[in-house]
């Protein structure tokens, strides 16, 4: 379902403008400069909605730099504006754009942890290219993902978290965890719960979770679009 245009947007994400980061230049060598750190873990969260992992997550990790990217604007708003009003977020950093350009903004190597709550599913036939858990994507996660690092993925739906391990295994990566069940799994300490995962679980729906360790010196071939990236206007 689309968010109703949020009144104001722009003025109340500006209001917020120390939480938003947009990126211009080369893409980030040390992105934990970009908090004015000269070493630091570095996350990166995609399809962050309303921002409440983000949030949870910043104050979990105090010690790491957390970076929260969303294509909606309006979404934006809203979690720029709980990170402004809620607990110490000093470590976090939304980013309005689109998976699409990851490589335009973070260099190889520079990410210790890469999380996707709750990706579109993209059911339809023929759209499977768009999902985030997709090849395509995951040539670009695991670029920039550090060797060691982790990419950590949770969903409701089943039939994405089958095409994800059907994607890790045809680009020869093993998870080195997989559950069904997250919440009744040994899994659950410091699991921060996002706004979709609350809702499902409230409906008894079983979330899935799968964590990938970047093996030394993966590489895959990134797909020249998402090499280079493309400008388009994040949606408001
Ligand atoms: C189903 S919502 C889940 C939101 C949140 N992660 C949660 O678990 O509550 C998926 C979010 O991913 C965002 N999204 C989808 N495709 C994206 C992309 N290519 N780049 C950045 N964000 C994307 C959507 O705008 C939406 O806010």
Same mark, same amino acid.
């Given at each position: 379902?689309r968010m109703r245009k949020k009144k104001h947007g722009e003025e109340r994400l500006d209001a917020c403008r120390e939480y938003i980061y947009t990126h211009e230049?080369?893409?980030?060598?040390?992105?934990?400069?970009v908090?004015?750190?000269?070493?630091?873990?570095?996350?990166?969260?995609?399809?962050a909605g309303k921002g409440g992992?983000a949030v949870?997550?910043c104050?979990?990790?105090?010690?790491?730099?957390?970076f929260a990217m969303e294509r909606v604007s309006d979404c934006v708003v809203l979690a720029a504006e709980r990170a402004k009003n809620g607990a110490?977020c000093g470590?976090l950093r939304f980013i309005v754009d689109t998976?699409?350009?990851?490589?335009?903004?973070?260099?190889?190597?520079?990410?210790?942890?890469?999380?996707?709550?709750?990706?579109?599913?993209?059911?339809?036939?023929?759209?499977?290219?768009?999902?985030?858990?997709?090849?395509?994507?995951?040539?670009?996660?695991?670029?920039?993902?550090?060797?060691?690092?982790?990419?950590?993925?949770?969903?409701?739906?089943?039939?994405?978290?089958?095409?994800?391990?059907?994607?890790?295994?045809?680009?020869?990566?093993?998870?080195?965890?997989?559950?069904?069940?997250?919440?009744?799994?040994?899994?659950?300490?410091?699991?921060?719960?996002?706004e979709?995962?609350?809702?499902?679980?409230?409906?008894? *729906?079983?979330?899935?979770?799968?964590?990938? *360790?970047?093996?030394?010196?993966?590489?895959?071939?990134?797909?020249?679009?998402?090499?280079?990236?493309?400008r388009v206007y994040p949606r408001g």
């Amino acid at each position: 379902m689309r968010m109703r245009k949020k009144k104001h947007g722009e003025e109340r994400l500006d209001a917020c403008r120390e939480y938003i980061y947009t990126h211009e230049g080369e893409p980030l060598e040390n992105p934990a400069s970009v908090f004015g750190k000269a070493d630091a873990p570095v996350f990166l969260e995609i399809g962050a909605g309303k921002g409440g992992f983000a949030v949870g997550m910043c104050s979990l990790y105090p010690e790491a730099c957390y970076f929260a990217m969303e294509r909606v604007s309006d979404c934006v708003v809203l979690a720029a504006e709980r990170a402004k009003n809620g607990a110490e977020c000093g470590n976090l950093r939304f980013i309005v754009d689109t998976a699409d350009n990851l490589m335009k903004i973070f260099a190889p190597k520079t990410l210790d942890r890469v999380f996707l709550n709750f990706s579109d599913p993209w059911s339809k036939k023929g759209y499977a290219k768009r999902r985030l858990t997709h090849r395509r994507y995951l040539s670009v996660y695991f670029s920039l993902l550090k060797d060691g690092g982790v990419l950590r993925f949770k969903t409701d739906n089943v039939g994405l978290f089958d095409f994800t391990l059907e994607e890790l295994a045809t680009v020869g990566l093993t998870p080195r965890t997989v559950t069904r069940d997250l919440h009744n799994s040994p899994y659950t300490e410091g699991n921060v719960v996002t706004e979709y995962e609350a809702n499902f679980s409230s409906q008894g *729906v079983n979330i899935n979770m799968l964590e990938v *360790v970047k093996p030394d010196g993966f590489t895959l071939e990134i797909p020249e679009d998402l090499r280079l990236g493309r400008r388009v206007y994040p949606r408001g």
